[in-house]
């Protein structure tokens, strides 16, 4: 008898973690490589906005009311509070929109007349009304999830685009062009 025994090919067992690592590897890298969709898709655009009259934000503003966005003229509706950071930093761009004849209408989230007003005064009031939505119920009505977000409302009241985030410099000119196709 033959004390050798013919020696085994490595197997499956071998390679199996190779070939999963190497799969693994190059979803990472194309992950990495592939250009990423920036665009949200909201389930709102083309709807009417829902039904709300919601009490001031301050006292300086009227409070905020669906009955304003059918007026007949596109109209940004901006969803902010005053503990929310980027909405600071969207300030800026806000007023440049207002200083070109944008007209602004916000709801503040979850808010004290106080801190909004402090807010305000701090970062300048781009805002015809604020609304305040103590409870988030317009907010989550109109598809927001988060602070800041832009709504371009045309002049029947049918949301046209949601901007997710906060506006930045690079964002006013395609802001601009929304509000002139929702006029349309």
């Known amino acids: 008898m033959n004390d050798r025994t013919p020696a085994k090919k ?11 690592f190497a799969g693994f590897f190059a979803l990472v890298i194309w992950g990495l490589v ?7 898709a909201s389930a709102f655009i083309g709807k009417p906005l829902p039904q709300f009259d919601l009490p001031p934000a301050i006292d300086e503003r009227p409070g905020l009311a669906t009955s304003v966005f059918k007026a007949g003229k596109p109209r940004l ?10 909405c600071a930093v969207e300030s800026p761009q806000l007023a440049q ?6 007209e602004i209408d916000g709801v503040a989230i979850r808010d004290r007349k106080e801190d909004v007003a402090r807010f305000l005064a701090q970062n ?3 805002f ?7 409870l988030s119920q317009v907010q989550l ?8 977000e832009t709504f371009v409302v045309d002049g029947k009241g049918v949301i046209r685009y949601q901007h997710i985030g906060d506006i930045r410099p690079e964002d006013v000119p395609m802001i601009l062009s929304k509000l002139e196709e929702a006029g349309k």
């Open 77 to 86: 509706l901006n969803v902010f509070a005053s503990w929310c950071v980027p």
């Open 124 to 126: 300048g009031n781009p």
């Open 141 to 148: 009505a109109i598809g927001s999830s988060g602070v800041p």
């Open 34 to 40: 592939r250009p990423a969709d920036r665009e949200v």
């Open 128 to 134: 015809a009304r604020i609304g305040k939505d103590d």
């Open 10 to 20: 490595p197997g499956l067992a071998l390679w199996l973690p190779l070939i999963l």
């Open 97 to 102: 929109l207002a200083g070109q004849g944008v």
